[in-house]
């Protein structure tokens, strides 16, 4: 069965204490991975895709990367505007539609 | 680019009631369309499919009957609930994408319209 885990469900750091979010998944061939950004009330807005294994990323404090099993969302000292929870999906390539994980809540602290 | 916009932002309307949500791609041409509920705390949750010009695709469990998809032009699809119930109350989101679907086009995500049936 097609499968999308993050950790951790929750994540507070301090202002400009870096981490990482991952992303893990089972898929029956995978067509692409998702990152999306949403802040509360808001729709999903888009960050990154990445196709295939070794593949990277980079936007501003972002950096995402993907292997075989899981993509990790680096985030490098991060900022109070970057607290929001962060979703990624997979779409197999067998189904064009994008299987989503719980998100990871992030909150950076001032 | 890619911007998703979504009107209305919030409405509140009386059970037994009709409420249409519209969803536009603003700056490129969306062959397929997704619509998608959001419980509190949740992850999103797939309603319907929508190709321009073709019949939606419903998700097990979703009313068709209930939850009316039109997906007239590129640009444009609504979601109609209809004889809206408080079960109804929801964070509904919709999603386009320039491709068919079988690709791997991403789907950019409009801001989300808050129902609140009474």
């Known amino acids: 069965e097609d499968q999308v885990t993050q950790s951790p469900e929750a994540l507070r750091l301090q202002e400009g204490e870096s981490s990482s979010l991952n992303c893990s998944y089972t898929?029956?061939?995978?067509?692409?991975l998702f990152w999306y950004r949403q802040d509360p009330g808001k729709g999903p807005e888009f960050l990154f895709t990445?196709?295939?294994?070794?593949e990277e990323k980079e936007k501003e404090r972002l950096k995402a990367t993907l292997t075989k099993k899981e993509s990790f969302l680096h985030i490098t000292a991060p900022k109070p505007e970057d607290s929001a929870t962060y979703l990624c999906?997979?779409?197999?390539?067998?189904?064009?539609?994008?299987?989503w994980g719980a998100g990871t809540k992030l909150i950076i602290k001032p | 680019g890619a911007v998703v916009s979504q009107h209305p932002s919030w409405v509140i309307c009386k059970s037994g009631t009709s409420v249409k949500i519209e969803c536009r791609s603003l700056?490129?041409?969306?062959?397929?369309m997704f619509w998608y509920r959001q419980f509190p705390k949740q992850s999103l949750m797939l309603m319907a499919t929508?190709?321009?010009?073709?019949?939606?695709?419903?998700e097990q469990g979703v009313e068709k009957d209930k939850f009316l998809i039109n997906h007239a032009s590129l640009t444009l699809s609504t979601l109609t609930v209809t004889s809206a119930h408080p079960e109804d109350s929801s964070f509904y989101i919709c999603?386009?994408?320039?491709?068919?679907?079988?690709?791997?086009?991403?789907?950019?995500f409009g801001p989300g319209t808050r129902l609140l049936v009474l």
């Open positions: 999603s386009a994408s320039s491709s068919s679907g079988g690709t791997q086009e991403t789907q950019y």
């Open positions: 700056d490129f041409q969306a062959t397929t």
């Open positions: 929508s190709n321009e010009g073709s019949k939606a695709t419903y």
């Open positions: 898929v029956s061939g995978l067509r692409g």
């Open positions: 990445l196709y295939s294994a070794g």
């Open positions: 999906a997979v779409q197999a390539a067998s189904n064009y539609q994008l299987i």
